[in-house]
């Protein structure tokens, strides 16, 4: 089964409208962390935002957002009056456990592209 | 200057060669990773480094192995590259020290194996 799943493989959406880019995840280990990259065309990853198994509060930074919703295994990526500038691909990724070394697994993307 | 620097950032090789991708951090980060994206897939987690005589292998390790010469370097080679191998590949890192230990990566390197 796969540990992230990301239903969307592409959106257009028009410019200054709401995002949400979806991810559901699957773990048994009751600390785990949950992150979003982006990578723009050019194809550096960008790191967005971070949610944790024990976060009270939703994560934010800046126009970003993720809507954690532990019970149903969901972390939405919400990005607040899109620009032409978030145009790319989008990726949730979870690493499980405490923080150690162990890398991340990675959902298959979903590229968003926003119309002027 | 880039924190996280990996080169070539293209190579084109043949089925058979030896070739070794280089990842080289300015950021003190402990721990090292590298990582392959295919189209459709993601990333995937190939070797990953706790620190310089500690090496783990990810998901997709076979064909692949690694050295981890100082904190600052860690390489990646194809000891006999075939072409299901041309991908996209990542070099990480991350510090332990840091709360979210958030993986920080480099510019990726793009390889072509003919």
């Known amino acids: 089964a796969q540990k992230i799943t990301q239903t969307q493989p592409g959106m257009f959406v028009q410019e200054k409208e709401a995002v949400t880019l979806d991810c559901t995840y699957d773990?048994?280990?009751?600390?785990?962390?949950l992150f979003w990259y982006k990578q723009p065309s050019s194809g550096e990853m960008i790191f967005l935002i971070y949610?944790?198994?024990?976060?009270?509060q939703n994560a934010t930074e800046g126009r970003y957002s993720l809507n954690f919703q532990k019970a149903r295994k969901s972390a939405n990526l919400v990005i607040s009056a899109s620009q032409l500038g978030d145009s790319a691909m989008y990726f949730c990724?979870?690493?499980?456990?405490?923080?150690?070394?162990?890398?991340?697994?990675f959902g298959k993307g979903t590229h968003l592209i926003i119309q002027p | 200057d880039a924190d996280v620097t990996q080169t070539p950032r293209n190579r084109i090789t043949k089925t058979g060669k030896r070739i070794m991708l280089e990842c080289s951090q300015t950021?003190?980060?402990?721990?090292m990773y590298w990582y392959r994206q295919d189209p459709g897939l993601g990333l995937r987690l190939i070797y990953y480094?706790?620190?310089?005589?500690?090496?783990n292998k990810g998901e997709i390790s076979d064909g692949y192995s690694v050295s981890r010469q100082a904190q600052a370097k860690f390489s990646l080679s194809l000891e006999s590259a075939i072409p299901n191998q041309t991908a996209l590949y990542f070099c990480?890192?991350?510090?332990?020290?840091?709360?979210?230990?958030?993986?920080?990566f480099g510019p990726g390197t793009r390889l072509l194996v003919l």
């Open positions: 773990t048994s280990d009751p600390s785990y962390g």
């Open positions: 950021k003190g980060h402990d721990r």
């Open positions: 949610q944790g198994s024990y976060d009270q």
């Open positions: 990480a890192t991350s510090d332990r020290r840091e709360m979210i230990e958030t993986q920080y």
């Open positions: 990724a979870m690493r499980e456990g405490p923080p150690r070394a162990d890398g991340l697994t």
């Open positions: 480094s706790f620190d310089v005589k500690d090496i």
